[in-house]
């Protein structure tokens, strides 16, 4: 039955013929000088530019100035990346590892050793992918089937996962003479990918996209070599334990092997923060001052109580420094560019009196701390006065830590600087990767509504200026650091996994975060589930689920 219907597209109201396709209706509103429309959500629901209207409906475009639209154009110019390396190098095999410079670092194995060149050749290939504009053709096709298709394209990991698929049929993908499964929804052809960039990057190559903060242009290239060896110790070390996806781990746990694989990285974990705390001891008669920072949900806060206890083992007696108590009065607080007073500028810190406090410390001399009392917005001085010794270094945890102009009048021989995040090193399988900023909302998650009484819906909303926080205070310094810590654990999401379902099953299909409670929960349910009672009571994990002997 033909005929019009009514819908109101991004707050106007559009009268429309019945069974319009999202792209023809984007098609129409798409002015140049906006971010590209890449998909839409109708009636709360992420739908694909392909998806047909046939009733009265409320629709709001997905664009690049978004999350979800960036994770949709990004999501398809993998799949043109990987359909370039195979049309390539037939035998290869393409692994999506991690978020990395502003991009996303591959790598190409079981072929030619990857080099400029070749990246090269590869980039060209993508574009003349691109320029023909071939569409993505989206097939719904039972679980053996497709587990079929998978082996004939040498999917193998892909098949792994599928088992722990509850549902009985999936969407695949094709382009190309390629078929595969990137976990989401895709753009309509591949002529929507026009913005994007290939960088060789030993031994990889760093696929560059649009962000929804520069939506219009791709991103530059930013170096950040601390980090990326990090990536790499993590990527090594559960290659040595045979996990390298959520295959491998729900195996690993339906074996039996959950207990061990708790005690083997809680132990890796300690004895790298033994080999830290070794380090300052030994040169205890320069480093004074113990920096450390990091995002939001990294466990800091543990962190900083197991290095107490490590430094104790080596004879110190650290002194901690709580950064919060050096605040401006309330009234002296910048404001940001909303006219909203930013406590997390490192201008909301009394860095003269911070420094001045600091240096005299350091220097054995006796100090009267303030105390920032929150309800008034006030410092006060209750007589809180601290005098340490050589063996007494001082530990500052803060967003600010590795930012040098926090302790610019301490000589940097003086200062450790420790930067610690939860930079996962578990992927879904080879094409498709967890990121780390979705395992530490999900740590946030649970800790704050267990312990400090945060609704999800709240967590979700506050996020977004968590994340910017983050990416203003803390990215840009991190490669300052003295050493990175990587506090993820490779059992952590089995064991959060029953403790997050429930409370994301709370929120209601017409809340405004429904799509992205639907897109957590879709990927949490390929993990087998694990029991929290084998964590130790001193594991950073504890700091999210409970239970923590700090």
Not at 144 to 152: H, R, S, T
Not at 183 to 206: C, D, H, R
Not at 449 to 475: A, C, P, Q
Request: aromatic share 10%.
């Amino acid at each position: 039955m033909t005929g019009t219907i009514q819908i109101t597209w991004n707050g106007k109201p559009l009268e429309v013929n019945k069974g319009i396709t999202l792209q023809e209706i984007a098609n129409q509103q798409q002015k140049v000088e906006e971010p590209l429309i890449v998909a839409a959500i109708v009636d709360n629901r992420v739908r694909e530019l392909s998806y047909t209207i046939e009733k009265d409906s409320t629709v709001k475009p997905i664009d690049l100035s978004m999350k979800d639209g960036v994770r949709i154009y990004l999501r398809s110019l993998t799949f043109v990346f990987i359909r370039a390396c195979k049309e390539l190098f037939p035998e290869c095999k393409v692994s999506v590892e991690h978020s990395f410079g502003g991009g996303l670092y591959c790598e190409v194995n079981n072929t030619e050793t990857l080099s400029p060149r070749a990246v090269n050749r590869i980039e060209r290939q993508m574009q003349s992918i691109i320029d023909a504009d071939e569409p993505f053709e989206k097939t719904d096709i039972a679980m053996a089937e497709a587990n079929k298709i998978f082996l004939e394209m040498g999917l193998e990991d892909k098949v792994k996962i599928m088992k722990y698929r509850t549902e009985d049929t999936i969407s695949i993908y094709s382009n190309g003479g390629i078929s595969d499964y990137l976990f989401g929804y895709m753009v309509p052809s591949t002529g929507y990918l026009k913005m994007f960039g290939l960088k060789f990057y030993l031994p990889g190559v760093i696929l560059q996209y649009p962000t929804y903060e520069e939506p219009d242009q791709v991103r530059p290239f930013h170096d950040n070599p601390k980090l990326f060896k990090v990536f790499r110790q993590a990527e090594k070390w559960s290659e040595s334990l045979g996990i390298r996806n959520i295959a491998d781990l729900n195996r690993c746990i339906e074996e039996g092997g959950g207990p061990d694989l708790v005690r083997i990285s809680e132990a890796a974990q300690e004895k790298f923060f033994g080999s830290i705390a070794d380090d300052i001891a030994q040169h205890t008669d320069a480093i004074r001052l113990i920096l450390i920072a990091g995002p939001s949900s990294s466990g800091k806060t543990t962190f900083a109580q197991r290095l107490r206890v490590q430094l104790m083992v080596n004879g110190l007696h650290p002194v901690p420094i709580s950064m919060d108590n050096y605040y401006l009065d309330r009234e002296l607080v910048p404001v940001d560019e909303k006219g909203e007073q930013d406590l997390e500028s490192i201008d909301a810190i009394d860095l003269e009196l911070f420094n001045e406090q600091m240096t005299l410390l350091i220097q054995g001399q006796k100090v009267e701390i303030p105390h920032y009392n929150f309800h008034t917005g006030r410092r006060e001085y209750t007589g809180n006065f601290i005098q340490v010794s050589e063996l007494q270094p001082l530990i500052v945890e803060g967003i600010h830590g590795l930012n040098e102009k926090l302790t610019e009048m301490i000589p940097r021989e003086n200062k450790y600087k420790i930067y610690i995040s939860a930079l996962t090193q578990l992927n879904v399988d080879d094409h498709n990767r967890i990121p780390t900023t979705d395992a530490r909302l999900i740590r946030r998650m649970v800790r704050d509504y267990h312990y400090r009484g945060t609704s999800i819906e709240d967590t979700l909303r506050m996020w977004s200026s968590v994340r910017r926080g983050e990416e203003k205070n803390i990215f840009p310094f991190q490669e300052t650091a003295d050493i990175m810590i990587n506090s993820a654990l490779l059992y952590e999401l089995a064991v959060l996994k029953p403790l997050i379902l429930p409370l994301l099953e709370t929120v209601p299909d017409d809340h405004i975060y429904f799509p992205e409670v639907n897109r957590l929960n879709k990927f949490l349910k390929y993990f087998v589930e694990m029991d929290s009672k084998v964590i130790p009571n001193n594991s950073i994990l504890r700091e999210f689920i409970g239970g923590s002997s700090f």
